[in-house]
């Protein structure tokens, strides 16, 4: 595939570098430059944004973010073998290009964060990819450090995120960021755009944080979606008994014969403020 930016096609870092994908790291690559920067043109202008990528790998996303005119790229690679491949790129772009070696699980982005708007931008490994989110959607201060969020998802989790009540996918994951966020889909991307393909379609979700969400305790909330959404299809008078029942239904003011999935973000709201 011809290089959006004079440096090699990424099969050629990939072969140079020995970089073979490694399943417990979640690593399927794109290839293709010319996607990469679909998905990142998704986060809007970059010009005058810091990014942080998650897991850039051999650099097709951070290549193609670079392209776009990010100021700054922030990467953290937990697979240190990526690294010489990423200087490559880091001497082709010279200062725009920063690589921390290290868990995104326990970096602290918030404190990474510079001044001027950050964006975040990733193809996320599937097994810390939630957790991430809900990392993001939590930080100390609200409104957060970042303006929007553009992620690839396995599309499963792409339809618990943008969830609404009512809809199969609803639950805790759909809560938190219906709280927090406005989150959407963007657009699919099939299993045959990764090198090794995966087993299922992936997705790339766009969130912007939500600069007003219902005050509400973060622990609280956690709670009653935690009870509530562990037994979904029972009443919420069965599935609440252990934090309070009927009793805390009557206070918020919610029919105790409703199921979960029936209630919006603002009724778990009440919920939690009624604790
Ligand atoms: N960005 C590249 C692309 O789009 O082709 C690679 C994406 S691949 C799905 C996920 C990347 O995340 C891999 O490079 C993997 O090594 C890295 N990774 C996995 N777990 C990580 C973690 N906990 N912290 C940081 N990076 C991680």
């Known amino acids: 595939m011809a ?7 990424l099969s050629d870092v990939i072969r140079r570098h020995g970089l073979d ?24 202008p970059l010009e005058d944004a810091t990014v942080f990528e998650v897991g850039p790998g051999p650099g097709g996303l951070t290549r193609a973010i670079l392209a776009l005119g990010a ?3 922030i990467a953290v690679e937990r697979d240190p073998r990526c690294l010489p491949a ?8 010279p200062g725009r290009l920063e690589v921390i070696e290290g868990d995104a699980l326990t970096t602290d982005f918030e404190a990474l964060a510079p001044e001027g708007p950050v964006k975040i931008i990733a193809n996320l490994p599937y097994n810390v990819g939630t957790q991430l989110l809900v990392n993001w959607l939590l930080p100390k201060q609200w409104p957060p450090f970042w303006q929007s969020l553009t992620l690839m998802f396995q599309k499963e989790v792409g ?3 943008v969830a609404d009540e009512e809809d199969d996918h609803y639950g805790r994951l759909g809560v938190l960021c219906g709280w927090r966020a ?8 099939p299993p045959q ?8 379609t992936s997705t790339v979700v766009h969130l912007t944080p939500n600069e007003n969400p219902i005050p509400c305790s973060v622990a609280n909330l956690e709670k009653v979606t935690q009870a509530a959404f562990g037994q979904r299809r029972k009443m919420l008078r069965q599935s609440l008994k252990p934090i309070g029942g009927e009793k805390l239904l009557e206070k918020a003011g919610i029919d105790p014969q409703r199921r979960a999935e029936t209630l919006s ?6 919920l939690a403020n009624s604790l």
């Open 159 to 161: 339809l618990r995120i």
């Open 86 to 93: 990423l200087a490559e790129v880091s001497a082709h772009y």
């Open 193 to 200: 755009a990764f090198t090794p393909p995966p087993k299922v």
């Open 182 to 189: 406005n989150a959407h889909m963007a657009f699919d991307i």
């Open 21 to 44: 994908a490694r399943k417990a790291l979640g690593q399927n690559f794109i290839l293709d430059l010319n996607l990469t920067q679909k998905v990142a043109r998704n986060a809007g």
């Open 3 to 9: 290089a959006l930016d004079g440096l090699p096609p």
């Open 71 to 73: 100021k700054k790229v």
């Open 265 to 270: 973000v603002e009724e778990f709201c009440r």
